[in-house]
């Protein structure tokens, strides 16, 4: 699933960082305290792992995802900005379920035979066939 949610980050300058930045998610505040970086690219990197990774454990855990608030609806204090920080729980389940199954499968003894000698990778080539198959990639980053 894809989700676009509303993050508020608050500057939070330290005598070591001036650009450190605080990132919650008011809809999110049952499930997650929120999370930090030490600029607004890593706050938005930090904001986005933890928005897929709290809502892709909802779902796997059969749980409601709550609805997003419109941004006009969030309330902020002075020196915080928001920012709609987009996630795909699809995307972050493939790329972190990449453990391997076995499979057993059953196949003609010639056509074995045939593929033994030719040294086929028979895993390899079920992947590849059953993502043709499908229609789908890789993630990115494998």
């Known amino acids: 699933m894809?989700?676009?949610?509303?993050?508020?980050?608050?500057?939070?300058?330290?005598?070591?960082?001036?650009?450190?930045?605080?990132?919650?998610?008011?809809d999110l505040?049952?499930?997650?305290?929120?999370t930090c970086?030490?600029?607004?690219?890593?706050?938005?990197?930090?904001?986005?792992?933890?928005l897929c990774m709290?809502?892709?454990q909802m779902e796997r855990d059969g749980n409601t995802v709550?609805?997003?608030t419109s941004p006009q609806d969030i309330k902020i204090a002075d020196g915080e900005f928001i920012s709609a920080?987009?996630?795909?729980?699809?995307?972050?389940?493939?790329l972190n379920a990449n453990k391997a199954v076995r499979k057993t499968l059953t196949i003609p003894s010639w056509l074995n035979t045939e593929a033994e000698k030719a040294h086929v990778n028979f895993s390899s080539v079920l992947q590849s066939a059953l993502k043709e198959h499908l229609k789908v990639a890789e993630p990115v980053g494998k």
């Open 37 to 50: 970086g030490d600029n607004l690219q890593d706050a938005i990197y930090m904001a986005k792992d933890l």
């Open 66 to 68: 709550p609805t997003a």
């Open 29 to 34: 505040l049952d499930y997650t305290s929120g």
């Open 85 to 94: 920080i987009d996630v795909d729980t699809e995307f972050y389940r493939r």
């Open 2 to 26: 894809k989700y676009v949610y509303i993050a508020v980050f608050t500057p939070e300058p330290s005598k070591t960082n001036k650009n450190l930045l605080s990132v919650r998610f008011p």
């Open 54 to 56: 709290c809502l892709y």
